[in-house]
């Protein structure tokens, strides 16, 4: 268990819908960073955000919109859902902004149909 | 454009023999070089990194790599494998603008 949370575990929409996805980093942690893992894209940086304020940003799509909260949880906002949007979306939490090791959520499977 | 590169998508070796899972990398500046493991319906483990300093570096479960500079790579290797060691094996690097990219992964499979 690497303290990393993530819910929900698994979510069916529709296409078109909108999903929030929510993850509590380890404890101390104050880096979260999101990532899509999808079978054709593999996995791929969607963005970090250090102590409340956006470091890094990768692919995330202009329909993707993510946070931090003063309580360091983050939540991943996926909107106007298409198919492709299926896929394993993971968090992942280190102590600080310098290349630290990431600890690794679970993962929330999301399946778009 | 900075990339890492997996060349192999799957790597078979014997219970007992060493492995060796390979990985290169394009990035402007100095790498910040990861391993990382994935354990089926898991998330991903940290194994390794590699800052700065030594080129050898040890890792989790007797694992190690060694980033070699003039050939850009950060091969990932183990004396003596375990079928244990069996998952899919990720290399990483971060950029100078903070992006993490990973390869496409490494299927590891130790056969008994």
């Known amino acids: 268990d690497s303290g990393v949370t993530q819910t929900p575990k698994h979510l069916i929409t529709a296409t078109g819908q909108r999903v929030t996805l929510r993850c509590s980093p380890r404890s101390g942690d104050l880096s979260v960073y999101w990532y899509q893992q999808s079978l054709d894209q593999g996995l791929q940086f969607l963005i970090q955000?250090?102590?409340?304020?956006?470091?890094a940003k990768g692919n995330i799509l202009e329909r993707f919109s993510a946070q931090q909260f003063p309580d360091l949880h983050s939540e991943l906002n996926l909107s106007s859902l298409e198919l492709g949007d299926s896929a394993l979306y993971f968090c992942?939490?280190?102590?600080?902004?310098?290349?630290?090791?990431?600890?690794f959520g679970p993962g929330t499977r999301l399946t778009v149909t | 454009a900075q990339s890492v590169a997996q060349p192999e998508d799957q790597v078979n070796v014997a219970e007992g023999n060493p492995l060796t899972v390979k990985c290169t990398y394009s990035?402007?500046?100095?790498?910040?070089l990861f391993w990382y493991v994935q354990y089926p319906n898991r998330g991903l483990q940290f194994l390794l990194k590699?800052?700065?300093?030594?080129?050898l570096v040890k890792g989790s479960y007797g694992f190690e790599a060694e980033f070699n500079k003039s050939q850009t790579s950060f091969h990932l290797k183990k004396p003596s494998a375990l079928v244990s060691d069996s998952a899919l094996y990720f290399c990483?690097?971060?950029?100078?603008?903070?992006?993490?990219?990973f390869g496409t992964g490494t299927r590891l499979k130790v056969l008994a």
């Open positions: 990483a690097v971060r950029s100078g603008t903070y992006k993490y990219i």
């Open positions: 990035v402007s500046g100095n790498p910040y």
């Open positions: 955000y250090y102590n409340g304020e956006e470091r």
């Open positions: 992942a939490s280190s102590v600080g902004g310098q290349p630290y090791e990431q600890y």
């Open positions: 590699y800052i700065t300093g030594d080129n």
